[in-house]
Antibody, heavy 118, light 110 residues
Framework: QVQLVQSGSELKKPGASVKVSCKAS????????LNWVRQAPGQGLEWMGW????????TYAQAFRGRFVFSLDTSVSTAYLQISSLQSGDTAFYYC???????????WGRGSLVTVSS | QSVLTQPLSASGTPGQRVTISCSGS????????VTWYQQLPGTAPKLLIY???QRPSGVPGRFSGSKSGTSASLAISGLQSEDEADYYC???????????FGTGTKVTVL
C-alpha cells in the first residue's frame, strides 16, 4: 500500500528540540522528493521546503531557514524534520507530502502534531 | 502572508454550484500549473485537482478546475454534504523560488 506514515504527537517545552519522522512504503523512496508543510491550529497551509530523496539535498522556504532541518535515512525509506529551539509559535501539525513532476502533492502523511508549552 | 488570495468562505445548498476563486500573479499562477487540495475536518489535505483541471482517479466529476491568466477557479457542481471542507489552491512561485498555498476557503453546505 502506497502511504506515508508519520510519527505521533509530541509535547515539548520551549527551547527543546523535536524530530518528526515520515516513513514511505509501497513505492521506490528515491523516485519522489518529499515536502514538509506546516499548519498551525485553525490556520492555513504553509510550505516549509523539500528534500531530494536521491541526493539528500534540502531546500528551505525563507521562513524556515535556521532552526529547521530536513534529513533522510534511505535504509528505512524515512524522512525527518528536526526543529530546534522550539517556540510556542511552532505549535502546529507538520505534514510530509510526496511531490510529482509539475509540482503537486499526490500523497500526504496524516500529520504529526507538535505542541510547545511550558 | 500568502501570495495566493482566496475568499474566506463560500456556501450553498445541496445540489447548487459553488465556485472558489484563487488570485495570484505572473510569477505563480501566470507561469505555472495550479493545484487544488481539499482538507476535510480533522484530516490531512488531499489532492483534488492538478495541472489546472485534471482530476485524480477517485475524485468525483462534480469537481472541476480552470485557469485564466493569473487567476484560477475551482467549481463544485451539485454540492453535497460531504463536500464541506477547506479548499486550498497552490502553485510554484518563480520569484520566491518556492511553493505557495492560497489563503484557503471554507465551504459550508447549508
Amino acid at each position: 500500500q502506497v502511504q506515508l506514515v508519520q510519527s505521533g504527537s509530541e509535547l515539548k517545552k520551549p527551547g527543546a528540540s523535536v524530530k518528526v519522522s515520515c516513513k514511505a512504503s509501497g513505492y521506490v523512496f528515491s523516485d519522489y522528493a518529499l515536502n514538509w508543510v506546516r499548519q498551525a491550529p485553525g490556520q492555513g497551509l504553509e510550505w516549509m521546503g523539500w528534500i531530494n530523496t536521491s541526493t539528500g539535498k534540502a531546500t528551505y522556504a525563507q521562513a524556515f531557514r535556521g532552526r529547521f532541518v530536513f534529513s533522510l535515512d534511505t535504509s528505512v525509506s524515512t524522512a525527518y524534520l528536526q526543529i530546534s529551539s522550539l517556540q510556542s509559535g511552532d505549535t502546529a501539525f507538520y505534514y510530509c507530502a510526496r511531490v510529482v513532476g509539475s509540482w503537486y502533492f499526490n500523497l500526504w502523511g496524516r500529520g504529526s502534531l507538535v505542541t510547545v508549552s511550558s | 502572508q500568502s501570495v495566493l488570495t482566496q475568499p474566506l468562505s463560500a456556501s450553498g445548498t445541496p445540489g447548487q454550484r459553488v465556485t472558489i476563486s484563487c488570485s495570484g500573479s505572473s510569477s505563480n499562477i501566470g507561469s505555472n500549473a495550479v493545484t487544488w487540495y481539499q482538507q476535510l475536518p480533522g484530516t490531512a489535505p488531499k489532492l483534488l485537482i492538478y495541472i489546472n483541471n485534471q482530476r485524480p482517479s477517485g475524485v468525483p466529476g462534480r469537481f472541476s478546475g480552470s485557469k485564466s491568466g493569473t487567476s484560477a477557479s475551482l467549481a463544485i457542481s451539485g454540492l453535497q454534504s460531504e463536500d464541506e471542507a477547506d479548499y486550498y489552491c497552490a502553485a510554484w512561485d518563480e520569484s520566491l523560488n518556492g511553493y505557495v498555498f492560497g489563503t484557503g476557503t471554507k465551504v459550508t453546505v447549508l
